[in-house]
């Protein structure tokens, strides 16, 4: 059990505070209700820019992690399709001034041209790097467009194109700033050896004079139900062909959901996974098999990927696994089988929760998704499961006709 206490401020950030007597460190983890879905479909990678651009110093503050690192603390940050988070962890002593440093690049960034220039070239670079020059890297930018038609999750958060971040204006990126990195737009989670009367007075002190910006409203266009299979072939200078097989799947909040991750660690979780123990141990027809989630907070996709061996085509290596994907749908998975998959998920939860950071980042994570006290009773999601739920999921999201296929032949 996580014990929180939460208070909202009146420009509408919301505050989470954990307290954690086991470590000196303490957490701070800023997340903001902002990622890839909310670009335009012409200016794409701007959330991810911000990852970067949120460290290239605010108004009074021109370099955040020396200040952090001053402090004896470390940070870091990571966009989704569905979030931005920037967290940093610092002896518990001098929390106030994380609480400085990113009151101080919520209410303004500084927006210099050097450091729009220094950042958009690292994510140029980073760009290039991940999906242009390394084998496979533009997986997801031939995958994702072939599963979703008119939701934003049809691009990375790496960006669709290069350009759209190379041509980005500074007048576009202070646009994005103000519309969405507002307070209202905001969770701030605390977790450390801290009293809460000190956050509740910190947040005040620091955030509570920063004005709620123009509240930003989502209206996505919501992905129509596939009932068509659909298929990419691409040839790349890679080691080894490859497919893809991407099925639509329960939104985060979802019914249906944690019974999708469930099923994907039966498929594909350890080496006496289903898929991996039949078509790679037992048989090798493939070199390796992985069977996951996206964990989107719209609609996602669950994903099965492959490299066949030699020998084996890639017309062959679907109807391997479609095969084996049939057979589970048909067939309940033994009580004993079920319960190992349970135990692993929940001990990898409880074990996570162990990491004060970890404690911080679900926290605000849970909240935003809803209500942070899910952060307690997301154990009970996977251990309610029953043989009857995987066989009715299965036979809703892995059908034959709502799966779109890459085939990544090497050449």
Known sequence: MIE??????????????????????AAFNMLYDVGARDEHKNRTGFAHLFEHLMFGGSKNIPDFDKALQLAGGNNNAYTSNDVTSYYSSLPAANIESAFWLDSDRLNELAFSSKSLEVQRNVVVEEFKQTC??????????LL????YKVHNYSWSTIGKKIEHIEDASMQEVKSFFYKHYT?????LSVAGDLEYNKIVDLSEKWFGDIDNREAYVRDLAQEPIQNNKRELWVERKVP???????????????????????????????????????????KPIFIDISAYIMGSFDNGLFVISARPVSGVSLEDSYKIIRNELDI???????????????????????FQDIKVINKAMNLAL????????????????YTSITNDDIQRVSRKILSENKCSILYYKAV
């Open 183 to 187: 307070p209202s737009n905001a969770i």
């Open 240 to 282: 080894n062909d490859a497919i893809y097989m991407a099925f639509k799947m329960d939104a985060r909040n979802g019914i249906d959901y944690h019974i999708s991750d469930l099923i994907s660690d039966l498929l594909s979780s350890g080496k006496s996974s289903i898929l991996y123990k039949k078509l790679v141990k037992d």
């Open 328 to 350: 589970f749908i048909s067939n309940k998975v033994g009580v004993r089988e079920l319960n190992k998959v349970k135990n692993k998920i929940i001990s990898s939860m409880v």
């Open 366 to 381: 849970y909240e935003l998704l809803g209500d942070a006290e899910n952060i307690n009773t997301e154990i009970n999601r």
């Open 4 to 25: 929180y206490k939460k208070l909202t401020l009146s420009n509408g950030l919301r505050v989470l505070f954990h307290e954690d007597n086991t470590s000196p460190i």
């Open 144 to 147: 994702r467009p072939l599963c």
């Open 132 to 141: 242009l020059n390394q084998p496979y890297g533009d997986v997801w930018q």
